[in-house]
C-alpha cells in the first residue's frame, strides 16, 4: 500500500524548477530545465489538465506546486466594449488565482472590486512574482497586493491611483516588479515615484526616484554592468541606471518614445552593453562605462521612426533574446528579425514564427530559448507554440502544435497575447477563457 501511494504521488507531484516570475528564475527568458523534448510527438503535446479562467494579459508564474494568475470578469450589468481603445469606465472585478500545478484544481481565489478606465481593457497584465512564501501582483488600474502564497490572505495592498494621485496610463499598469533583496521594485509613475522601492514584507517605502509624464510599460531589471549593480529603468523620456539600494540615478540617457510606448525588457549584452528596443522609434544600444557614478553612451541607434518603413527591430511588446551576438526579436508587424549586435543591421526576417502571410500591425509571438537543446519555444497570437532553430543562417522551424485557442480580437485578428510560463517539464499558456498546462517532458 506504502508503495503504491507513493507510486501515485510521483505521477502527480510537480517536479523540476519554478518559474516565479516574468521571464522564469532569472528574467531572461532561458529555460534551464533538463529531459525536454526536441520535437512534439504526433498530435502535439500530452495535455496535462485544463481549468476555467476570466480575461487578462497577465503570464503565469509557476511555484512551489502551484500556479498563480490573475483574470477579470466585467459586471453582469456592463457591455463589452467595441473598440480596444474605448476609455469609457466599466465596473468589474479583478482575482487573483492560485491552482494545484500538478491538477489544476483552485486552492484559493482573491477578488476585489476594479473598475477600469483603460484602453484594451480585457484584463490584468502583470506576471505575478512569487517570493519565500508570499504573492506579489499588480492589477491593470495599479491594485498592488501582497498575498501568502499559501492561503491568499492580504498581507499588505497598495492603491497607485490613490495613493500618489495618478490617472491610469492608456494601457494601464503593465511593467512586472522585480524582488531584489528586501525590496520589491515597481513602475509606478509621478513626480519623483515613476520607480518606487516597498519593502516586501510591509509594504512601507524604502525609496522612490525618476519623473516623467508617463510612466511606461517596461518591467525593471538589474544587471552588473561596468562592474556596478545597477537596475535600469526605461521610461518613455530617457533610459536610466540606477543605484538599486538607494533610487540614487547613476546615468540618464535621453530615448525620446512616440504614444509612451516603452515596453520590452532591456536586454544586457557582453561587454557591458544594453539593448532597447521601440515600436515606433526602434532600436539602440548603450554603452555603460566604469566611473563614480557609472555613465552611458550610445554606441548605435535605428534610423527610422516608423512603425512601417523599419531598418532595425522595431518591437511592440516582445522582449528579444540575444545568443553570441546576434538579437532576435519580433518587429513591430510580425517579421521575427535577427540582427548583428555589434551595428544593428538586419540579417534575415521571417513572418512563418507569428503566422502571419504579410504584414500585420503587432503580430505577436513570445520568445523563450532553452539552455540545454538550444532551442527556442516561441508562442505565437495564434496560440502555437512553436519549437525553432534561430541561428544568423536563419529560422529553422522543427515542431509545431496548436496549444489553445485566441479569445480576443486585435487589428482585425483573433488573437491570444498572454506569455506563457515553462516549469516541471510542461508549458502553462491561457486565453480569456481558460488555462491549460502541457507536458514538454522527453
Same mark, same amino acid.
Given at each position: 500500500?506504502?508503495?503504491?501511494?507513493?507510486?501515485?504521488?510521483?505521477?502527480t507531484a510537480p517536479t523540476g524548477q519554478d518559474w516565479?516570475?516574468?521571464?522564469?528564475?532569472?528574467?531572461?527568458?532561458?529555460?534551464?530545465? %533538463?529531459?525536454?523534448?526536441?520535437?512534439?510527438?504526433?498530435?502535439?503535446?500530452?495535455?496535462?489538465?485544463?481549468?476555467?479562467?476570466?480575461?487578462?494579459?497577465?503570464?503565469?508564474?509557476?511555484?512551489?506546486?502551484?500556479?498563480?494568475?490573475?483574470?477579470?470578469?466585467?459586471?453582469?450589468?456592463?457591455?463589452?466594449?467595441?473598440?480596444?481603445?474605448?476609455?469609457?469606465?466599466?465596473?468589474?472585478?479583478?482575482?487573483?488565482?492560485?491552482?494545484?500545478?500538478?491538477?489544476?484544481?483552485?486552492?484559493?481565489?482573491?477578488?476585489?472590486?476594479?473598475?477600469?478606465?483603460?484602453?484594451?481593457?480585457?484584463?490584468?497584465?502583470?506576471?505575478?512574482?512569487?517570493?519565500?512564501?508570499?504573492?506579489?501582483?499588480?492589477?491593470?488600474?495599479?491594485?498592488?497586493?501582497?498575498?501568502?502564497?499559501?492561503?491568499?490572505?492580504?498581507?499588505?495592498?497598495?492603491?497607485?491611483?490613490?495613493?500618489?494621485g495618478l490617472k491610469s496610463p492608456l494601457w494601464g499598469?503593465?511593467?512586472?516588479?522585480?524582488?531584489?533583496?528586501?525590496?520589491?521594485?515597481?513602475?509606478?509613475?509621478?513626480?519623483?515615484?515613476?520607480?518606487?522601492?516597498?519593502?516586501?514584507? %510591509?509594504?512601507?517605502?524604502?525609496?522612490?526616484?525618476?519623473?516623467?509624464?508617463?510612466?511606461?510599460?517596461?518591467?525593471?531589471?538589474?544587471? %552588473?554592468?561596468?562592474?556596478?549593480?545597477?537596475?535600469?529603468?526605461?521610461?518613455?523620456?530617457?533610459?536610466?541606471?540606477?543605484?538599486?539600494?538607494?533610487?540614487?540615478?547613476?546615468?540618464?540617457?535621453?530615448?525620446?518614445?512616440?504614444?509612451?510606448?516603452?515596453?520590452?525588457?532591456?536586454?544586457?549584452?557582453?561587454?557591458?552593453?544594453?539593448?532597447?528596443?521601440?515600436?515606433?522609434?526602434g532600436p539602440m544600444m548603450l554603452q555603460v562605462k566604469?566611473?563614480?557614478?557609472?555613465?552611458?553612451?550610445?554606441?548605435?541607434?535605428?534610423?527610422?521612426?516608423?512603425?512601417?518603413?523599419?531598418?532595425?527591430?522595431?518591437?511592440?511588446?516582445?522582449?528579444?533574446?540575444?545568443?553570441?551576438?546576434?538579437?532576435?526579436?519580433?518587429?513591430?508587424?510580425?517579421?521575427?528579425?535577427?540582427?548583428?549586435?555589434?551595428?544593428?543591421?538586419?540579417?534575415?526576417?521571417?513572418?512563418?514564427?507569428?503566422?502571419?502571410?504579410?504584414?500585420?500591425?503587432?503580430?505577436?509571438?513570445?520568445?523563450?530559448?532553452?539552455?540545454?537543446?538550444?532551442?527556442?519555444?516561441?508562442?505565437?497570437?495564434?496560440?502555437?507554440?512553436?519549437?525553432?532553430?534561430?541561428?544568423?543562417?536563419?529560422?529553422?522551424?522543427?515542431?509545431?502544435?496548436?496549444?489553445?485557442?485566441?479569445?480576443?480580437?486585435?487589428?482585425?485578428?483573433?488573437?491570444?497575447? %498572454?506569455?506563457?510560463?515553462?516549469?516541471?517539464?510542461?508549458?502553462?499558456?491561457?486565453?480569456?477563457?481558460?488555462?491549460?498546462?502541457?507536458?514538454?517532458?522527453?
Open positions: 500500500m506504502l508503495s503504491l501511494l507513493l507510486s501515485l504521488l510521483m505521477q516565479p516570475q516574468w521571464l522564469g528564475p532569472q528574467r531572461d527568458g532561458i529555460w534551464r530545465e %533538463t529531459g525536454i523534448i526536441d520535437k512534439f510527438p504526433e498530435g502535439g503535446p500530452k495535455l496535462v489538465w485544463k481549468q476555467p479562467l476570466g480575461a487578462g494579459y497577465t503570464g503565469p508564474a509557476v511555484a512551489m506546486g502551484k500556479v498563480y494568475v490573475c483574470d477579470r470578469y466585467l459586471k453582469p450589468t456592463e457591455t463589452k466594449p467595441k473598440s480596444d481603445f474605448d476609455r469609457q469606465k466599466r465596473q468589474g472585478t479583478e482575482s487573483i488565482l492560485c491552482l494545484d500545478a500538478a491538477t489544476g484544481k483552485e486552492i484559493w481565489k482573491y477578488t476585489y472590486e476594479c473598475a477600469y478606465d483603460i484602453s484594451y481593457s480585457a484584463g490584468p497584465r502583470c506576471t505575478p512574482i512569487v517570493h519565500q512564501g508570499k504573492v506579489y501582483c499588480l492589477g491593470a488600474v495599479g491594485d498592488l497586493f501582497c498575498l501568502d502564497a499559501e492561503k491568499g490572505t492580504v498581507l499588505w495592498e497598495k492603491h497607485f491611483p490613490k495613493q500618489y499598469w503593465s511593467a512586472s516588479p522585480l524582488i531584489d533583496g528586501d525590496k520589491l521594485i515597481c513602475i509606478v509613475g509621478g513626480k519623483d515615484s515613476v520607480a518606487i522601492a516597498f519593502n516586501k514584507d %510591509t509594504g512601507s517605502e524604502i525609496w522612490k526616484s525618476l519623473t516623467a509624464a508617463e510612466p511606461g510599460y517596461c518591467p525593471p531589471v538589474i544587471y %552588473t554592468l561596468a562592474g556596478t549593480r545597477q537596475l535600469i529603468i526605461w521610461h518613455p523620456e530617457a533610459v536610466n541606471g540606477l543605484n538599486p539600494e538607494t533610487g540614487e540615478v547613476y546615468w540618464s540617457v535621453p530615448f525620446k518614445i512616440q504614444s509612451a510606448l516603452s515596453i520590452p525588457m532591456p536586454r544586457q549584452l557582453p561587454g557591458d552593453r544594453l539593448f532597447i528596443t521601440a515600436f515606433y522609434n566604469a566611473a563614480s557614478p557609472p555613465t552611458a553612451e550610445i554606441i548605435w541607434k535605428g534610423k527610422s521612426n516608423s512603425e512601417v518603413r523599419t531598418d532595425g527591430l522595431h518591437s511592440i511588446m516582445p522582449t528579444p533574446i540575444i545568443v553570441d551576438d546576434y538579437i532576435y526579436g519580433i518587429c513591430s508587424h510580425g517579421q521575427l528579425r535577427c540582427l548583428k549586435a555589434a551595428t544593428g543591421e538586419r540579417v534575415w526576417e521571417t513572418f512563418q514564427a507569428t503566422g502571419v502571410k504579410r504584414q500585420e500591425r503587432w503580430a505577436n509571438a513570445f520568445l523563450v530559448r532553452h539552455e540545454e537543446s538550444k532551442n527556442f519555444f516561441i508562442f505565437n497570437e495564434k496560440g502555437d507554440l512553436i519549437i525553432a532553430r534561430l541561428s544568423p543562417k536563419g529560422y529553422e522551424e522543427i515542431s509545431k502544435a496548436h496549444l489553445i485557442d485566441p479569445t480576443q480580437v486585435a487589428m482585425g485578428r483573433d488573437i491570444v497575447w %498572454t506569455h506563457p510560463a515553462f516549469a516541471y517539464r510542461c508549458v502553462f499558456v491561457r486565453n480569456d477563457k481558460e488555462i491549460a498546462c502541457y507536458s514538454l517532458a522527453k
